[in-house]
C-alpha cells in the first residue's frame, strides 16, 4: 500500500493556517474586552488600582502633614509600601517646590456614650481599688 493513502488527510496546508491565525489575532482583542463588560476579574488591574489608590493616600497625608504612622492607621486596608511610595513622593515634590503643608481639618466625630439599663445596679470601678463583682442572688 501506499504511504499516502495510510495517513490522515490534511484539512489545511501549513500557509492556510497561518493565515487563518493571522485572521482571527483581531478577534483575540475581543477577549479583554468581553472580560470587562462581564465584569471578570482580572488580579493585575486590581493590583494597580490598589497599588495607584495607596501612593495617593499617601501623597495627601504628606500634603495634609500626617505622619506616616498615622496615615497607615487611618487607612489599614492600603497597601503600606504603596502609602509609603506615595508620601516619600510628595515630600520629595514638596521639599523640591517648596510648598508648605495643608493641615487638615477634620473634627473628631461624635462619641457616642451609650449607657446599659443596667448601668443603675453595676458597681462602679474606682482606678486603685480593688475590684469586688457583684455576687448574684441566691
Known sequence: MNKRSIE?????????????LVL???????CEQMAELLE?????????????????????CRHAG???EDCYTLNPKALKSAVFAGWREMNDYMMANNIAEVPAQLTPPAVITAVPAEADHA???IPGQPFTPI???R
Request: net charge positive; aromatic share 0%; no cysteine.
Open 40 to 60: 471578570l476579574p482580572n488580579p493585575q488591574k486590581e493590583a494597580e488600582a490598589a497599588e495607584a489608590e495607596g501612593r495617593a493616600i499617601g501623597g495627601a
Open 24 to 30: 482571527l489575532l483581531p478577534l483575540l482583542q475581543g
Open 135 to 137: 455576687q448574684p442572688p
Open 8 to 20: 490522515e488527510p490534511r484539512i489545511m496546508s501549513m500557509p492556510a493556517r497561518r493565515l487563518l
Open 123 to 125: 458597681p462602679g470601678i
Open 66 to 68: 500626617r505622619a506616616l
